[in-house]
């Protein structure tokens, strides 16, 4: 079992900044990928981000890359999503989420993903 925990979120101005944490628990984490979801009102999860523990390799989604970076610190076993220039659209429930393995087959899938976080809600002012 893994257990995630979020945190980081509020409200920020569009343009802002925001860095949310997302702290794993449990069994170890170095052969799982981590992946940040969204879900915005009224809105189906979305894929974000996503990092592969072992090794760092990362990926994201068109419509946040360049703005945003996920990153690792294994000492703390805890996943950051660094977000930048931030606009109104972003708006929505993040989640991380971890499943076993790496690569990029179905890393935007959220149904291959086993262990789910609580979500922190981003809200962007425009």
């Known amino acids: 079992q893994v257990q995630l925990v979020e945190s980081g979120g509020g409200l920020v101005q569009a343009g802002g900044s925001l860095r949310l944490s997302c702290t794993a628990s449990?069994?170890?984490?170095?052969?799982?990928?981590i992946g940040w979801f969204r879900q915005a009102p009224g809105k189906e999860h979305k894929w974000v981000a996503a990092?592969?523990?072992?090794?760092?390799?990362?990926y994201y989604a068109d419509s946040v890359k360049g703005r945003f970076t996920i990153s690792r610190d294994n000492a703390k076993n805890t996943v950051y999503l660094q977000m930048d220039s931030l606009k109104p659209e972003d708006t929505a429930v993040y989640y991380c989420?971890?499943?076993?393995?790496?690569?990029?087959?179905?890393?935007?899938?959220?149904?291959?993903?086993?262990?789910w976080g609580q979500g922190t809600h981003v809200t962007v002012s425009s």
């Open positions: 449990g069994r170890t984490c170095s052969t799982y990928t």
């Open positions: 990092i592969y523990w072992n090794g760092g390799s990362t």
């Open positions: 989420a971890a499943k076993a393995g790496g690569g990029i087959y179905l890393i935007s899938n959220g149904g291959s993903y086993n262990y």
